[in-house]
């Protein structure tokens, strides 16, 4: 009896949760934020814009590829956690997006080299300072180079985050430095089951 | 008999504390300090920057970690990736004190950035690098490339 009674109290309390803000490693925004109109381009040349976030949940990764140390650390668990989803029939339709900050040296050609390294399913993107501004505002990130920089190896100071972006193209949740794909993959879950638990 | 015995003993004696007069410092110095599990990520191709990790290990005095080197890039600097208000900011080191503490190198922390690598690492590749430090001097070490999640190859603990 006592069991039945502590089973159905969890059962309960995970039932009431549902529908509220989960905890994740990184903040889920209570109240998603529609995002507004930007162009960026892909690795291809082709457009990547508010439209191409809509029907599927985007994960979102800033960075640019001269970075050593945290942007393939964080690329490296992106892939982990893209397969760990892939694993557990969460990816049908997920896309994992690259977006460079340093479009000067970032070429379509060198995000294509770079993003594909990584997982074959990641797509690049960048765009001038202005185009890149129109989205990093947004979600937030910040970033900015060095005072007279010159040669090819300058560092690029930037908000090391995984944006989540719902399919209703809306800033859902944030995955705060340093992530692992477990904790990805784990908040990816936990988002799902409150938006199927809730009234979404 | 007992003559002969005494003499051989001497010599013995004599030859050892020569073997250790000359062995000791040196054996001291590259005791004191380690550098162990060094290893690298695979690179993409047309990306010439990569990165080294590894930990540090003094047994004997505080020691300073001066620079670094490899032949397999144009330069390998110190750097540390730090979150300040929630930006990463990666910073130059000039050195790195090393006390009795291990000091560690690892990602999103204090890393070895190499710059005009000569070719991509690859996974499974070996390659040198020299730590120099004030006091111990120059210390190699074994920089196995890892995969690209930083798993795959296994340990790297190569010990000099």
Not at chain 1, 67 to 76: F, G, I, Q
Not at chain 2, 103 to 125: I, Q
Request: charged share 20%; with cysteine; proline share 6%.
């Amino acid at each position: 009896m006592a069991v039945a009674a502590v089973a159905g109290g969890i059962a309960f309390g995970l039932l009431t949760r549902s529908g509220e803000t989960p905890s994740i490693a990184g903040f889920v925004y209570p109240e998603p934020r529609a995002i507004s109109p930007f162009r960026l381009n892909t690795q291809d040349g082709k457009p990547f814009e508010l439209g191409a976030l809509k029907g599927r949940w985007s994960f979102v990764y800033f960075g640019y590829t001269y970075c050593p140390d945290v942007c393939p650390t964080t690329l490296a668990e992106l892939a982990r956690a893209h397969k760990l989803l892939e694993d557990a029939g969460l990816d049908a339709s997920n896309q994992y997006v690259f977006v460079s900050v340093d479009p000067e040296r970032d070429t379509p050609k060198r995000l294509a080299e770079y993003v594909g390294f990584f997982d074959k399913k990641f797509l690049g993107a960048t765009g001038s300072d202005e185009a890149l501004a129109a989205l990093t505002r947004q979600i937030g990130v910040f970033y900015s180079f060095p005072e007279g920089r010159k040669g090819r190896t300058y560092a690029v100071d930037h908000s090391s985050i995984v944006a989540l972006i719902d399919p209703d193209a809306r800033l859902h949740a944030v995955f705060t430095p340093p992530q692992k794909a477990e904790g990805i993959a784990d908040g990816f879950r936990r988002i799902l089951g409150t938006r199927r638990g809730g009234s979404g | 008999m007992q003559e002969s015995g005494t003499m051989s003993a001497r010599i013995f004696l004599i030859s050892l504390s020569l073997a250790l007069g000359l062995a000791i410092p040196s054996a001291a110095r590259a005791q004191a300090i380690q550098v162990v599990d060094a290893w690298s990520r695979p690179t993409p191709p047309g990306i010439d920057v990569g990165v080294a990790y590894f930990t540090i290990r003094n047994a004997g005095k505080s020691d300073r970690l001066l620079r670094v080197s490899t032949p397999v890039a144009a330069s390998a600097e110190l750097h540390v990736s730090a979150m300040t208000n929630g930006v990463m900011k990666m910073e130059g080191l000039s050195s790195v004190e090393v006390g009795a503490a291990p000091v560690a190198f690892e990602p999103s922390g204090r890393h070895v950035m190499l710059m005009g690598l000569k070719h991509p690492l690859k996974e499974g590749d070996v390659f040198p690098l020299t730590l120099t430090f004030e006091n111990a001097g120059a210390v190699r070490t074994r920089v196995k490339v890892r995969g690209t999640d930083g798993k795959g190859t296994g340990h790297s603990g190569e010990k000099h």
